[in-house]
Nanobody, 129 residues
Framework: EVQLVESGGGSVQPGGSLTLSCAHS????????IGWFRQAPGKEREGVAC????????WFTDSVKGRFSVSSDIANNMVYLQMYRLKPEDTANYYC??????????????????????WGQGTQVTVSS
């Protein structure tokens, strides 16, 4: 059984930092892309940052480039989203998501949310002064 469990959300002031964690089980990341999506109230879900299978390429949505990074600790079955210089528009529920990936491309998941096979429950991030 595949499980994805997010943690690390919270409230932070603009310009602050947060690191989200995703504990995953039942996945072989040699075969799956994994990453982070977000959804704000009234908006469509959006791929934020993804890692291709086999610790492949990273993909980031334009609005977070240079501010967010994504990493995988394969030995401990963890994936992290490090968020810096947070903005109010980053406020959303953040989800850890995984999908099968034959090409090692992070964009294979992040650009196509309908491909997300497994989703966590989400963790809320609120950026506000």
């Amino acid at each position: 059984e595949v499980q994805l469990v997010e943690s690390g959300g919270g409230s932070v002031q603009p310009g602050g930092s947060l690191t989200l964690s995703c504990a995953h089980s039942g996945l072989d990341l040699n075969d799956y892309a994994i990453g982070w999506f977000r959804q704000a109230p009234g908006k469509e879900r959006e791929g934020v940052a993804c890692i291709g299978s086999g610790d492949g390429t990273r993909w980031f949505t334009d609005s977070v480039k240079g501010r967010f990074s994504v990493s995988s600790d394969i030995a401990n079955n963890m994936v992290y989203l490090q968020m810096y210089r947070l903005k109010p528009e980053d406020t959303a529920n953040y989800y850890c998501v995984a999908a099968s990936d034959d090409y090692g491309l992070g964009q294979s998941l992040c650009r196509f949310p309908q491909r997300g096979r497994y989703w966590g429950q989400g963790t809320q991030v609120t950026v506000s002064s």
